[in-house]
């Protein structure tokens, strides 16, 4: 098949407290009846993080969809932080796609989205076509999230991008020793926004308190009715070779009742692969292309 051009459009739609949600729609040109790809990010990201993934499938031929959670990237922030929840989440993802025309989907689902995705396979079966799970699976490891909780809500203020970059490079060059310096950059850009002269967070720093029970003495969050679920659903499951979210022994376990499982690691990523590098892209894409 010749690869189409794409038409990537920002659209928006009121939840149903009245908050203005966002996402992004990329249209193949040429059309096409596939079932389209829905893109779910983690708890701090936003749709950005799935734009070279999401040209990529659709020059194959496939819609796709890439939201912002409310408090995320051009999705209104919500005053009352506890609203950052699964179930007001969901409401707001299912109502999206009702504006967008989408019944069933593939879904993408990188960390919380890929919890969101596991709890649709128990609630909403129907709408999911096939799925992508992104580093994330029925045991959420607690350090993984204590570590999370050390950065999340932090605002770099007055930093420069070059300053904010090598704070990132900091962090989370531990766990991901494979990055080129594009990549790098890419991250930085998502994550930080210039806005009169300061860098800010591309999301509400209020969602630091969806981990306030995260604590010292956390166990690991299990998600194991949910993953079941996934059971009669084709998945493929993605860590990363560093990941201190998903452990090797759970990412093995998962294949254990799950026929249609397939897995993929990315080496030298950690929690969650970027989905940047053209390996992965092209494995999606052919899952995809298999599924759908």
């Given at each position: 098949?010749a690869?189409?051009s794409v038409?990537?459009?920002?659209r928006?739609?009121?939840?149903g407290d009245g908050?203005?949600?966002h996402?992004?729609?990329y249209?193949p040109t040429?059309?096409?009846?596939?079932i389209?790809v829905v893109c779910l990010?983690?708890?701090?990201?936003?749709a950005?993080?799935f734009?070279?993934?999401?040209?990529?499938?659709?020059?194959?031929?496939?819609r796709?969809?890439?939201l912002d959670?409310r408090?995320?990237g051009?999705?209104?922030?919500?005053e009352?932080w506890?609203?950052?929840?699964?179930?007001?989440e969901?409401?707001?993802i299912l109502?999206t796609?009702?504006?967008?025309?989408?019944e069933?989907?593939?879904?993408?689902?990188?960390s919380?989205?890929?919890?969101h995705?596991?709890?649709?396979s128990?609630?909403r079966?129907?709408?999911l076509?096939?799925?992508?799970v992104?580093?994330?699976?029925?045991v959420?490891?607690?350090?993984?999230l204590r570590?999370?909780?050390?950065?999340?809500?932090r605002?770099?203020?007055s930093?420069?991008?070059?300053?904010?970059?090598a704070a990132?490079?900091l962090?989370?060059?531990p766990?991901f020793?494979s990055?080129?310096?594009?990549?790098?950059?890419?991250?930085?850009r998502?994550t930080?926004v210039e806005?009169?002269g300061h860098?800010q967070?591309?999301?509400d720093?209020?969602?630091?308190h969806?981990l306030?029970?995260?604590?010292?003495?956390?166990?690991?969050?299990?998600?194991?009715?949910?993953w079941k679920?996934?059971?009669a659903?084709p998945?493929?499951?993605i860590?990363g070779?560093?990941?201190?979210l998903?452990?090797?022994?759970?990412f093995?376990a998962?294949a254990?009742?799950?026929?249609l499982?397939?897995?993929?690691?990315?080496?030298?990523?950690?929690h969650a692969?970027l989905?940047l590098?053209?390996?992965?892209?092209?494995?999606?894409?052919?899952?995809?292309?298999?599924?759908?």
């Amino acid at each position: 098949m010749a690869e189409q051009s794409v038409r990537r459009e920002s659209r928006y739609l009121t939840a149903g407290d009245g908050l203005r949600l966002h996402y992004v729609d990329y249209l193949p040109t040429g059309g096409g009846a596939a079932i389209p790809v829905v893109c779910l990010a983690g708890l701090t990201r936003t749709a950005l993080d799935f734009d070279a993934l999401a040209r990529a499938l659709a020059k194959r031929g496939r819609r796709v969809l890439a939201l912002d959670y409310r408090g995320r990237g051009l999705s209104d922030w919500d005053e009352d932080w506890t609203h950052y929840s699964l179930d007001v989440e969901e409401a707001d993802i299912l109502a999206t796609l009702a504006a967008a025309g989408v019944e069933k989907a593939i879904f993408v689902g990188t960390s919380r989205g890929g919890i969101h995705v596991m709890r649709f396979s128990a609630r909403r079966p129907e709408i999911l076509q096939a799925a992508v799970v992104n580093d994330i699976g029925p045991v959420i490891d607690a350090g993984g999230l204590r570590r999370i909780k050390g950065y999340v809500g932090r605002q770099p203020g007055s930093a420069t991008m070059a300053v904010a970059l090598a704070a990132l490079k900091l962090i989370a060059g531990p766990q991901f020793t494979s990055l080129g310096q594009a990549e790098w950059e890419e991250w930085a850009r998502t994550t930080f926004v210039e806005t009169d002269g300061h860098l800010q967070l591309r999301y509400d720093p209020a969602l630091s308190h969806t981990l306030d029970e995260v604590g010292p003495d956390s166990g690991p969050i299990l998600l194991h009715d949910e993953w079941k679920a996934m059971a009669a659903i084709p998945t493929l499951v993605i860590r990363g070779g560093n990941s201190d979210l998903l452990s090797e022994e759970t990412f093995a376990a998962m294949a254990d009742g799950h026929p249609l499982l397939e897995r993929l690691t990315v080496p030298g990523q950690g929690h969650a692969p970027l989905l940047l590098d053209e390996g992965t892209i092209r494995a999606i894409g052919d899952f995809v292309e298999r599924v759908g």
